[in-house]
T-cell receptor, first 113, second 115 residues
Framework: EDKVVQSPLSLVVHEGDTVTLNCSYE??????LLWYKQEKKAPTFLFML????IEKKSGRLSSILDKKELFSILNITATQTGDSAIYLC?????????????FGQGTILTVHP | DTGVSQNPRHKITKRGQNVTFRCDPI?????LYWYRQTLGQGPEFLTY????????KSRLLSDRFSAERPKGSFSTLEIQRTEQGDSAMYLC?????????????FGAGTRLSVL
């Protein structure tokens, strides 16, 4: 059975801190790993990673994938209160019927002023 | 708004009743997915369509659940004889179905409460 595990499950920091969120996986037919941010609405797409060692960056957020050790990290620097959300890691699997996402439990990030 | 649209946003029903949810994907997207999310958990895959064809169903999708996408555009998810354990957020997502970069974009979900 495909499995995605995120850690920590929750994290409380102050504005300006840097955080690292972890995602490990055990799946068959890996295709890609995706990060989403979920506030009180739709999960919004952050990154898709398919190759090891290539860092994706968007402003204060960055992510990297290690396909040998089967994990990914999401870094957020200089956190702001608007970063408070649930961060979801998902792995896309599938051969010919690709597209199914298996999600981790999510990391609840709370950023205090 | 050209994103994924789901209706209704909230549904309260009594145990044993049937409910139906609707999802309108992003217009050029040929793939449509349904997920279920309970409190404190990540979304769980239920089923997905490529155009009007239902390509995969999770074993989570009991025979009380049925999904359709009759013309390859919007989709409906019906739950018959609802049970309290069906209470959850039902999320819909759509994608272009690009083999190289199949990014799924999510709707805001329908929150179901079964009393």
């Amino acid at each position: 059975e495909d499995k995605v595990v995120q850690s920590p499950l929750s994290l409380v920091v102050h504005e300006g801190d840097t955080v690292t969120l972890n995602c490990s996986y055990e799946v068959t037919n890996f295709r890609s790993l995706l990060w989403y941010k979920q506030e009180k609405k739709a999960p919004t797409f952050l990154f898709m990673l398919t190759s090891s060692g290539i860092e994706k960056k968007s402003g204060r957020l960055s992510s990297i994938l290690d396909k040998k050790e089967l994990f990914s990290i999401l870094n957020i620097t200089a956190t702001q209160t608007g970063d408070s959300a649930i961060y979801l890691c998902a792995v896309e699997t599938g051969g010919t019927s690709y597209g199914k996402l298996t999600f981790g439990q999510g990391t609840i990030l709370t950023v205090h002023p | 708004d050209t994103g994924v649209s789901q209706n209704p946003r909230h549904k309260i029903t009594k145990r044993g009743q049937n409910v139906t949810f609707r999802c309108d994907p992003i217009s050029e997207h040929n793939r449509l997915y349904w997920y279920r999310q309970t409190l404190g958990q990540g979304p769980e895959f239920l089923t997905y369509f490529q155009n009007e064809a239902q390509l995969e169903k999770s074993r989570l999708l009991s025979d009380r659940f049925s999904a359709e996408r009759p013309k390859g555009s919007f989709s409906t998810l019906e739950i018959q004889r609802t049970e309290q354990g069906d209470s959850a957020m039902y999320l819909c997502a759509s994608s272009l179905g690009d083999r190289a970069k199949n990014i799924q974009y999510f709707g805001a979900g329908t929150r179901l409460s079964v009393l």
